[in-house]
């Protein structure tokens, strides 16, 4: 404690109260008690002062060197990497492997400790690092077998694609070798600290291969509606579960591709031609129930940045030379994905010093920390970018299991079994399990460690086997079969037309994306990629099919490449995406079912045509366009409820002539999300298993809409409330006294106070140490408090669960992970930002430093060319082949 004046203290041994006469008074005449006091203090203060020294040291000992140079073993000849003022590395070299072995070490400057991790979570390996904490994710991924997969596709990819990953591995090792852990990263220093010893591995290029697995799982949610579905399917009739999972609304809301048809199993723009689609699976019994309940906690064990669905998606649009103000096209993109620091996204540059056929890229844009080349962004004469196309690629068996074998096709077969064996931080011996697998893939209900044995079981069809103990849930995916997408990403990289580019898709397997495309010759188009399989039945995959049969098999083909949805210059000048439905209702294969609705990128397309010609800035604006498409349907209902008091009513006088835009200092969004909120829980969470709750997003607008046009539908009613029957108003009006309520306790008495950033806020969370338990450790990784505006299923996508609860169920799931705008006409005009920074050093100048501009929904100019990159560079570090020796 800090001494105090004598003359506020007590006197003690015959000392005065007062101080003697003078301006200042010596610390001796002070009591003895109240010099100890301040020696301490002044101890006490020094010691802290030593200590912040220490810390800020150490925190600081990470840094990594920008400028000047450093001798590295296995360059060729000089490189040079350049940084702007927000550390954005930009890379020249003078050959490939020069070109990405640099990647390799610049990447592992700024980002070791993330990719460190990335790669432990593919491998199933984070437990040797963090302990049992994490024993049920590695459990999960090695039961599914990432990295097995990924160290066979190596063997499948172009001798080019090896070698680039090879040289990048060895930039990465370059780091490694000059560096301790607690020289890589401050989380090595803490982990240390709680007695980890821990010796850095080399980076190998399955490392690199292997995260392109946690992406398609990232990326595929039908897994989860299937689960749902099947949940849904043994306590509700079909027709409530359709009114659960309505169709796609084509008559509202354009698909992507609203043109063309296969002809002779060849997609042509122009053609027209009928289609079919396909019949459903029959309901599930209890059995299947519970064992789908353990594959939907395998899906929520796993980290946020890694959860397939919870609002997913990405909006991808361009349009022509035409419908712009530069005469070329323009190209924009914000994948959504889950918020996290540091961001998925790292922003770099490639730049062969001279194209050549052993140097041919000149590319720059957003790749993943750990993987070489560029994922999303341009090179010197196309762009492109990604939105996800929710193909159906994944299907859970039910499967009839007896001790060591399968039932299938009227026999017993074995199961393919595998041992495996999980190292776990403070435990001496490792942990041991048993990966089993029939021929659809494998069993994902084996995971659930709890959970040996099924419940009581009644049968899956009505021809299904005896139940015995229940029905074991397998996983077929086209990711856990060996493909080639690496190839498709550096294919990107170098293509220079729409024929290069699309021939460079056809390698890209999982996760199938939307493709959007434009090039400086004037040219935009879009492509759907990926291998999307083709069902023995023809049946589609929204419910688990029946493992023993082998009609519900798949037949070992795809849709074929040349079928998939393309268009080249369509006739309207635009392409929007937002993950709405690829292609019209008479597409004759099966894609898949799991669209958004439509809800963004109808928003899209009509802010698109609004106006004649687009300039970048106008890109710009539409990608933070905040109007909440549902809200025109819901606010005339909630405007005609009587509120019986002026408090009550404040909240509703909100929607009067509100815009339903979604900006942070909005009250009436406030409002109208909490009731909104209310409204989905009281209709629903009486009715519906709490996996199964609804999480608001454009699926349950599609179901209000038909709701509200039906006051008296059985949804309404309140199952708890005996003898009384509900019916919309009585809950809409509850909604909208439980939503003011709500937000007096969350905001102030006052509607008028209320803004939607409050309640609305992105926390960005670092995926190891910020999860700590300790408040101190998580200060040191974490950031947060941004108020945003936005939403689910609108445009500025930040998404928010309505099915969560807490102080911070409003706050931001996912969201635009990034922001780029291209101009082919000026590619240095164009624009970007991600959502933390380049670097993933806690305290380091970029380790948040456009955080604070993308929630302003400011970007970045993004420079290009040599000269504009030069002009804009802050830093030059050199890396310069090392002697021999």
Known sequence: ?????????????????????????????????????????TVLVLVLVAGLVAVVEVVRWSFPQTDGEIAVPGLNSEVRVLRDDHGIPQVYAST???????????????????????????????????????????????????????????SRLSPETESYLQAFSDGVNAYIHQHTPAQMSLEYTLLGLSGLHYQVADWTPVDSVSWLKAMAWNLSGNMRD??????????????????????????????????????????????????????????LGHGARQALRRVGRVLDAMPQTLRSGDGLGSNAWVVDGEHSTTGKPILANDPHLGVSVPAIWYQMGLHCTRLTPRCPFDVTGFTFAGLPGVVIGHNQQ????????????????????????????GRQRPLRMRDEAIRVHGRDKPFRFTVRAT???????????????????????AHAPPRGNGYAVSLEWTALTPGRTADALFGFDRATTWRQFRHAAQDFAVPSQNLVYADRAGNIGYQAPGRIPIRKSGVTGDLPARGWLRADDWTGTYVPYAALPSVLNPSNGLVATANQAVVAKDYPYYLGDSWAYGYRSQRIFDLLTRKPRLSVADMSRIQLDTRNGFAPTLVPYLLKIFMPSQYLSGGQRLLQGWNFEQGADSAAAAYYNAVWRNTLALTFHDDLERPVWPDGDGRWFEVMRTLLAHPDNSWWDDSRTDGVIEERDDIL????????????????????????????????????????????????????????????????????????????????????????VVSLADLDDSRWVNLTGASGHAFDPHYVDQTRLWADGRTLAWPFTHSAVSAATRRTLTLTPAADG
């Open 226 to 283: 299937e689960v749902q579905r099947g949940l849904l399917s043994g306590t509700r009739t079909p027709a409530e579960i359709a009114s659960l999972y309505p169709p796609y609304p084509y008559a509202r809301h354009r698909p992507i591709v609203d043109q063309g048809a296969v002809v002779d199993n060849v997609f042509e723009q122009d053609a027209t031609a009928p289609g079919t689609r396909k019949p459903a699976r029959p309901p």
């Open 1 to 41: 404690m800090a001494a105090v004046p004598a003359s506020v203290e007590p006197s003690r041994r015959g000392e005065p109260e007062t101080s003697p006469p003078g301006p200042t008074r010596g610390l001796r005449a002070w009591p003895r008690w109240g010099r100890w006091s301040t020696y301490a203090a």
């Open 439 to 461: 021929r659809h893939g494998p069993l994902l209900s084996d995971v659930d460690s709890t959970l040996s044995t099924v419940g009581a079981n009644s049968p899956a069809g």
């Open 96 to 154: 490939g492997h020069d070109l990405f072995y640099a990647q390799g070490f610049t990447q592992a400057q700024d980002r070791f400790f993330e990719m460190d991790v990335r790669r432990h979570t593919t491998a199933g390996r984070l437990s040797e690092m963090f302990g049992a904490t994490t024993l049920g994710i590695d459990e999960t991924v090695r039961t599914m077998g990432w990295r097995r997969v990924a160290q066979q596709e190596l």
């Open 382 to 409: 196309i762009a492109w970018g990604f939105s996800n196309l929710g193909a159906d690629v994944q299907d859970l068996y039910l499967e009839k299991v007896t001790g060591r074998t399968y039932l299938y096709d």
């Open 733 to 820: 009006s509850k909604a909208m006294k439980e939503a003011r309520d709500e937000l007096v306790r969350r905001q102030a008495r006052r509607a008028v106070d209320w803004t939607w950033g409050h309640q609305h806020q992105l926390d960005l969370r670092n995926q190891t140490l910020g999860q700590s338990h300790q408040r101190l450790v998580r200060w040191l990784f974490n950031r947060g408090g941004y108020q945003v505006g936005g939403g689910g299923e609108v445009v500025d996508a930040t998404h928010w669960n309505a099915a969560a609860t807490g102080w911070d169920s409003y706050h931001v799931t996912a969201a635009p992970s990034m922001r780029m």
